[in-house]
T-cell receptor
């Protein structure tokens, strides 16, 4: 019955490699969000899911970024050909519905060398 | 698109001092307003929220915020801070993204609060 969980908690990768970040939302929450938190930049919206569909992908910074959600639950954010500027904390949040309070996971800290 | 401004990047206070963190947003329609807090080493937690009704909302740990619609503001206050309030505070606005048809939560850049014992 816990909150939002994310894995891995930390990821170090080499420039050019692909990475997958996972989010397990709170059970029953239909809305799921991905954000990026960079030093000095605050939180940047990436993508929103309602169920398994993504009506709002407006925040994805480039076509190297993609995300999917299966079974209305787990979501994966994939970054292809990582760049050093992708280094950040990637946060996932879920909410019962799109207008409701969002509950955040602990984040995945990504470092691209 | 909506935007959120937090006026102070870093605030340093002594214990028992009063706190007010400014937050202004730009959006002409109906909004839901939030303050989140991130304690050192922990994840974002909801401090308080405003959806409708009484514009003065009370949250956890003695925090409160006042929604002033005419000023597009949602400032956070606490009468007497404690060392344990040291954290980063984020104001956020949830408003309809007309282009995508979804509600998008837009955050300010955060205010770091350091409370000196």
């Amino acid at each position: 019955g816990a909150g939002v969980s994310q894995s891995p908690s930390n990821k170090v990768t080499e420039k050019g490699k692909d990475v997958e970040l996972r989010c397990d939302p709170i059970s029953g929450h239909t809305a799921l969000y991905w954000y990026r938190q960079s030093l000095g930049q605050g939180l940047e919206f990436l993508i929103y899911f309602q169920g398994n569909s993504a009506p709002d992908k407006s925040g994805l910074p480039s076509d190297r970024f993609s995300a999917e959600r299966t079974g209305g639950s787990v979501s994966t954010l994939t970054i292809q050909r990582t760049q050093q500027e992708d280094s950040a904390v990637y946060l996932c949040a879920s909410s019962p519905d799109r207008q409701e309070t969002q509950y955040f996971g602990p984040g995945t800290r990504l470092l691209v060398l | 698109a909506q935007s959120v401004s937090q006026h102070n990047h870093h605030v340093i206070l002594s214990e028992a001092a009063s706190l007010e963190l400014g937050c202004n947003y730009s959006y002409g329609g109906t909004v839901n307003l939030f303050w989140y807090v991130q304690y050192p080493g922990q994840h974002l937690q909801l401090l308080l929220k405003y959806f409708s009704g009484d514009p003065l909302v009370k949250g956890i740990k003695g925090f409160e915020a006042e929604f002033i619609k005419s000023k597009f503001s949602f400032n956070l206050r606490k009468p007497s801070v404690q060392w344990s309030d040291t954290a980063e505070y984020f104001c956020a606005v949830n408003a309809r993204n007309s282009g995508a048809g979804s509600y998008q939560l837009t955050f300010g850049k955060g205010t770091k609060l350091s409370v000196i014992p």
